[in-house]
């Protein structure tokens, strides 16, 4: 019966009503045909107008997603401030006074690593003829001790302040130095942010200003902080001690969180951070983070009509330490790019895990995972070779990349030739480990210096170029 029903509906069709409908009259002149198809030509070309509004529409709002990877302390986490400050400038400003607890732990923490390397040194100094001693280790005064003694009270105010984090930090040793401290580390999934809340007071509108700050509050570690800066001044002032660090090989402007140059401001009574201080605090972060932005269009860099202007769609940023991904639990969405960063400095340390590798050597092989990762072959990828400003003082200061880089040779030790060296390097490589052809982005920043070699110059354009030819791929027009 069904079978039967279905052959006779299939029989009728040929007098389908809708079909007859629109069909031309059996009496139709020329002219009239030609007016038809007029009509219907200008009809299908107002219906394909309205299909590719709707499809750019459709295009528009698919997210950007990007993968924020590298090695610890390559500047992922400063990199995420850089897009927040671009962005969200209010929301970054508002946690003015969480970061001012964050900048006075990495100032307290910069101290008790001075003081270490006092300790070790009165006890070095009693150890005559061991060949492991650095040579001519500056003799400390009495006067050095006093000063070491009052100051003290810092190494309280940085367990109060570590306090205030928990229980959401792990200490880690810091890379790079025999003498090193337990570094605070937070866990990206638990919000640290709100933990440190309770050190500011709870109106959020007011974060970005002085109110933010309860500066009457007995426990402000500020007080102790700002009670205890003449003598920081004075100890970090002291050629003896500039000199032991020296022979102990703590080069404390190259450490993460270095605000040394800038105490009298960051321990003054009523102290809150600028934006380049928010930048340049440390904080380790550990585990996946997942941050969305939204870009606008607007003339040199003003938001306009945010709702109206939009014109990139919405963006997400994750940060990911590859090597502490679990493929499991981290899904790599489509339509995916990838910023990978590299610490150009790093080039004569070693990991701390390994001292037997080179950091700049262990950032090649994690550039090799990243662009042969199967996972991420269909995706663009911008690589950072950062924090210039410290590779660059470095060389200045005499130190040979071919001794740690053997493969580059007796080329000259500058940045024009050094640079050019490396950019050649992780091109070959991404040619190399790369199936179909992938546009080698690279840029070398200071991401902590939005003024100069920033984000904006190089990662803005970077990621608007992929951005649209990742929508003339998916257009089919490459
Ligand atoms: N001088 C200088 N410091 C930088 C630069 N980029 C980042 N930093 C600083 O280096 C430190 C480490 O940067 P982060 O962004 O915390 O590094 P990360 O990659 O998130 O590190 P993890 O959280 O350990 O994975 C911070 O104190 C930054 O302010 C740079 O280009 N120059
Ligand atoms: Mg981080």
């Not at 003054?268 to 928010?278: E, M, N, S």
């Amino acid at each position: 019966m069904a079978v039967k029903a279905l052959a006779s509906l299939a029989f009728d069709s040929s007098k389908d009503p809708l079909t007859e409908a629109i069909a031309p009259p059996p009496s139709e002149t020329e002219e009239e045909r030609a007016q038809r198809l007029e009509g219907e030509r200008e009809a299908k070309r107002v219906s394909d107008v309205i299909d590719e509004q709707i499809d750019k529409e459709r295009k528009a709002e698919k997210p950007m997603k990007i993968l924020l990877l590298g090695q610890s302390e390559s500047g992922k986490s400063t990199t995420l401030k850089n897009f927040q400050l671009m962005y969200e400038p209010k929301a970054f400003r508002r946690e003015r006074a969480l970061w001012r607890a964050i900048i006075h732990l990495n100032v307290v923490q910069s101290f008790h690593l001075i003081m270490d390397a006092m300790t070790q040194t009165q006890r070095l100094t009693r150890r005559e003829g061991d060949d492991h001693i650095p040579k001519d280790l500056p003799a400390l005064t009495t006067e050095h001790l006093k000063i070491k003694q009052r100051l003290s009270p810092l190494l309280e105010i940085e367990k109060s302040l570590i306090g205030q984090l928990s229980p959401i930090t792990s200490r880690q040793k810091s890379p790079g130095h025999r003498l090193s401290l337990k570094e605070v580390a937070v866990n990206s999934a638990s919000s640290w942010k709100d933990c440190l809340q309770r050190l500011v007071k709870t109106d959020r509108d007011s974060f970005d200003s002085e109110e933010a700050v309860d500066w009457d509050d007995p426990d402000d570690p500020g007080r102790v902080i700002h009670a205890c800066s003449e003598d920081m001044i004075r100890l970090w002032k002291d050629p003896v001690i500039q000199d032991l660090l020296d022979k102990l090989k703590l080069r404390m402007w190259e450490q993460a969180g270095f605000f040394l140059d800038a105490l009298e401001r960051v321990t003054a009574p009523r102290y809150l951070p600028t934006d380049d201080d928010i930048l340049r605090a440390r904080l380790k972060t550990l585990g996946v983070t997942e941050h969305r932005f939204t870009l606008y269009q607007g003339a040199h860099g003003v938001v306009h009509a945010p709702h109206r202007q939009k014109t990139g769609g919405s963006m997400m940023l994750a940060a990911i330490v590859l090597r502490q991904a679990n493929s499991q639990c981290v899904k790599l969405p489509a339509h995916l790019s990838s910023l990978a960063r590299v610490t150009l400095s790093a080039f004569d340390q070693m990991l701390e895990e390994d001292s037997k590798t080179n950091r700049l050597q262990d950032s090649v092989q994690l550039w090799k995972e990243v662009v042969s990762n199967k996972l991420l072959q269909q995706t663009n990828i911008i690589l950072f070779l950062n924090k210039i400003d410290i590779f660059q003082d470095k060389l200045a200061a005499g130190v040979r990349f071919a001794d740690h880089v053997t493969s580059y040779g007796d080329r000259a030790n500058d940045f024009e030739s050094t640079s050019a060296y490396l950019k050649k390097k992780f091109g070959g490589i991404l040619k190399a480990h790369s199936k179909t052809q992938r546009v080698f982005y690279c840029h070398f920043t200071t991401v902590t210096d939005t003024k100069s070699t920033g984000l904006n110059k190089g990662t803005i354009l970077s990621v608007k170029d992929m951005l649209m030819r990742e929508n003339l791929a998916s257009a089919n027009l490459t």
